[in-house]
T-cell receptor, first 115, second 113 residues
């Protein structure tokens, strides 16, 4: 059972425009959500996170929105740059994991920013 | 600052051969450590995690094992590799706080032939 879903395997956006990456989850116990960026043959890099007590978190060009009632989060990148081209993973964790802090990852969305 | 190392970066091994991948973390103590695998075109699958020396939990039944002989060292092993073990292996750590970011190493590309 896929608890964290990224239904769009790929997305293409023009440079300077907004990129919107979406993520859905099924477990209402998740209380912390993260976005990672991954280039080929490299480890994922942490981008931004949001706690379930918030509905928005912003860091420069990156903003994450959380809609708990819909069990949906999204990552907005404005303006998009060619260097943003990568695979983006969303992830979620639950406080019931205790000290293990396990993350459940989605399958990723490949973002291509066209110059 | 904290850094995480993995080696080797790439590895080509025949079916039935043993495997040992190593991960070390610098600049922190008593981290949680994790092994993930990314198969071709797939997401990140958690294989093992450890909250302390000698403490290993397995997430999925498989041909692999893990060990944590020292606080900041995490090893992924196999006695006999299968073709299906091919993939990109990632080690990660976090500080152990409930609900926190994990930080990933550069990964090891394993090809079993």
């Amino acid at each position: 059972d896929q608890q964290v879903k990224q239904n769009s395997p790929s997305l293409s956006v023009q440079e300077g425009r907004i990129s919107i990456l979406n993520c859905d989850y099924t477990n209402s116990m998740f209380d912390y959500f993260l976005w990672y960026k991954k280039y080929p043959a490299e480890g994922p890099t942490f981008l931004i996170s949001i706690s379930s007590i918030k509905d928005k978190n912003e860091d420069g060009r990156f903003t994450v929105f959380l809609n708990k009632s819909a069990k949906h989060l999204s990552l907005h990148i404005v303006p998009s740059q060619p260097g943003d081209s990568a695979v983006y993973f969303c992830a979620a964790s639950s406080p019931y994991g205790g000290a293990t802090n396990k993350l459940i990852f989605g399958t990723g969305t490949l973002l291509a920013v066209q110059p | 600052s904290q850094t995480i190392h993995q080696w080797p970066a790439t590895l080509v091994q025949p079916v039935g051969s043993p495997l040992s991948l190593e991960c070390t973390v610098e600049g922190t103590s008593n981290p949680n450590l994790y092994w993930y695998r990314q198969a071709a075109g797939r997401g990140l699958q958690l294989l093992f995690y450890s909250v302390g020396i000698g403490q290993i939990s397995s997430e999925v039944p498989q041909n692999l094992s893990a060990s944590r002989p020292q606080d900041r060292q995490f090893i992924l092993s196999s006695k006999k590799l299968l073709l299906s073990d091919s993939g990109f292996y990632l080690c990660a750590w976090n500080s152990g706080r409930v609900s926190g970011e994990q930080y990933f190493g550069p990964g090891t590309r394993l090809t079993v032939t």
